[in-house]
């Protein structure tokens, strides 16, 4: 089974810096699709970062391009989130996902749904950012 634990996340003032982890166990990376998640209080939620293993195609917010980076150490089954330069409208809970990759991109789908099924997700964890 599929599961996906997060930590790293708390309260900082804006500019400063977070980086939040995922480990993850019951499958290999190479064969799924991995992405970070945000939601604020009264929203569904919209993928940050989400990427495709296999050949690293890739979703990027627009709103974080140039300040947050994902990345993975395969060897700890852990996928990471580093998020620079907050912004207090970052503020939001923040989930890892996972998902079998569509065979193809699907050209109908929004966001990180394009690259994969993201059926599987940890509890989250919470980002505060002060102004």
């Known amino acids: 089974e599929v599961q996906l634990v997060e930590s790293g996340g708390g309260l900082v003032q804006a500019g400063g810096s977070l980086r939040l982890s995922c480990v993850a166990s019951?499958?290999?990376?190479?064969?799924?699709?991995i992405g970070w998640f945000c939601q604020v209080p009264g929203k569904g939620r919209e993928g940050v970062i989400c990427i495709r293993m296999s050949d690293g195609e890739r979703y990027d917010l627009d709103s974080v391009k140039g300040r947050f980076t994902m990345s993975s150490d395969n060897a700890k089954n852990t996928v990471y989130l580093q998020m620079n330069n907050l912004k207090p409208e970052d503020a939001a809970r923040y989930y890892c996902?996972?998902?079998?990759?569509?065979?193809?991109?699907?050209?109908?789908?929004?966001?990180?749904?394009?690259?994969?099924?993201?059926?599987?997700w940890g509890l989250g964890t919470q980002v505060t950012v002060s102004s």
């Open positions: 996902a996972a998902g079998k990759p569509w065979d193809v991109p699907a050209t109908n789908g929004h966001g990180c749904y394009r690259l994969g099924h993201f059926g599987s």
């Open positions: 019951g499958f290999t990376f190479e064969d799924y699709a």
